[in-house]
C-alpha cells in the first residue's frame, strides 16, 4: 500500500512511521569469512508487530529517545545514524530528533533496532521525494547493519551473503503466527561465537537450492542453525517452542540469534486459543501476528 507524503506528518508536525519486525522462516549458516562474518542463506519475512517512529526534522538538538531503557540514547543507536548519514549523503545540515515507540521486544532475534534504521532511511526519502533508488538506499543501510538492507526492502525475500544478497520471494502463503518473547535479551554476538566454537561437530551442510521452487509449504522450510546453541545456553527458548506445540501450533521456530520463538498456525482463532492458554506465564510477551506478504 502506497502512503501519501501527508499521511507521515502527525499534527505536531513530525514524520510517523511504522517499523515492522521480521523474522527468519530458514536461517543456515555456510560459513565464516576472513573479517569474522558469517556467510548465510535466510529466508526472510516481515510480521505486523510494528514500533512506531516520530521524526522531527529541525528539532532542537540532535538525539534520539525512546519507550525502552535498552535501547542506546546516543550516537550508537542505528536509527540515529541512519538520519546522519542519510541527511549527510543528500548535503542537508539539519538537526533530527528521534523518538521510538517500543513494541517489538528488545534481543530477541525480530530486527527491531535494524527496522528502526531502515524505516529512518525510507520515510527521509519519501519526505525528500526520493533522491535515492530503492537500490542506493539499500545500499547506504550497507554500513548500518546487515539486517538493514533487508527492512528497506521489506518484501519476503531470500537473502544470502552476510545479508548484502536480496532475491525476491513470492513462494509464502499467508499464515498467523503466535509469538512468543520469553523474556531474555540475546546478544546475537555471543550466539555466533557460540556457534562457532561448534563448528567442527557440525558437519551436515544442506543445498538451499529449494527455496528457489516456487510455491512450497512452510513447515517444510523451517530451520534455524542457530536454534541449538541458543537454546542450550537459554533454555526458556526450548520451554516456548513446547508450549507452542502443545497448544496447537503446526510447527514451532526460534528466530534470528533468538529469544523470540513463534509457532505456525492454520487460522486466528487457533493461534488466538493458543495464546489465550499460555497468557498465565507472567515472564512471557505474546503477540498475535502474521506474515506480510
Not at 525512546?66 to 538520519?83: G, M, S, W, Y
Not at 533530527?96 to 527496522?115: D, E
Amino acid at each position: 500500500m502506497t502512503i501519501s507524503q501527508r499521511s507521515l506528518i502527525d499534527p505536531s508536525g513530525r514524520i510517523k512511521v511504522l517499523s515492522p519486525a521480521k523474522v527468519n522462516l530458514f536461517l543456515h549458516i555456510t560459513g565464516k569469512r576472513p573479517d569474522g562474518f558469517h556467510d548465510l542463506v535466510s529466508l526472510m519475512c516481515c510480521i505486523n508487530l510494528y514500533d512506531t517512529l516520530y521524526i522531527n526534522l529541525g528539532a532542537e538538538k540532535t538525539g534520539i529517545t525512546c519507550t525502552h531503557p535498552e535501547v542506546p540514547l546516543d550516537k550508537t543507536n542505528i536509527a540515529l545514524q541512519a538520519a546522519i548519514v542519510f541527511l549527510k549523503s543528500i548535503d542537508i545540515d539539519e538537526t533530527v530528533g528521534i523518538h521510538i515507540t517500543k513494541r517489538i521486544p528488545v534481543g530477541a532475534g525480530l530486527g527491531g533496532g535494524s527496522s528502526n534504521a531502515a524505516a529512518v532511511l525510507r520515510a527521509l526519502n519519501h519526505y525528500y521525494d526520493y533522491p535515492f533508488s530503492m537500490g542506493e538506499l539499500i545500499s547506504m543501510g550497507l554500513s548500518l547493519g546487515a539486517d538493514v538492507l533487508f527492512l528497506i526492502f521489506r518484501n519476503p525475500a531470500i537473502v544470502s551473503g552476510i545479508g548484502e544478497k536480496i532475491e525476491s520471494f513470492s513462494g509464502l502463503s499467508s499464515r498467523h503466527l503466535l509469538l512468543i518473547y520469553p523474556g531474555v535479551s540475546i546478544s546475537t554476538a555471543g550466539v555466533f561465537k557460540k556457534y562457532d566454537l561448534r563448528l567442527t561437530k557440525i558437519k551436515k551442510k544442506i543445498k538451499v537450492s529449494f527455496l528457489l521452487k516456487g510455491k512450497i509449504g512452510i513447515e517444510s522450510l523451517l530451520r534455524n542453525d542457530l536454534e541449538e546453541v541458543a537454546a542450550a545456553a537459554y533454555p526458556e527458548i526450548s520451554d516456548a517452542k513446547k508450549a507452542l506445540l502443545s497448544k496447537g501450533a503446526q510447527e514451532s521456530l526460534m528466530t534470528g540469534s533468538g529469544s523470540a520463538v513463534f509457532g505456525l498456525f492454520s487460522d486466528f482463532s487457533r493461534a488466538k486459543a493458543a495464546r489465550d492458554a499460555l497468557l498465565h506465564n507472567v515472564n512471557w510477551q505474546l503477540f498475535l501476528t502474521e506474515l506480510i506478504l
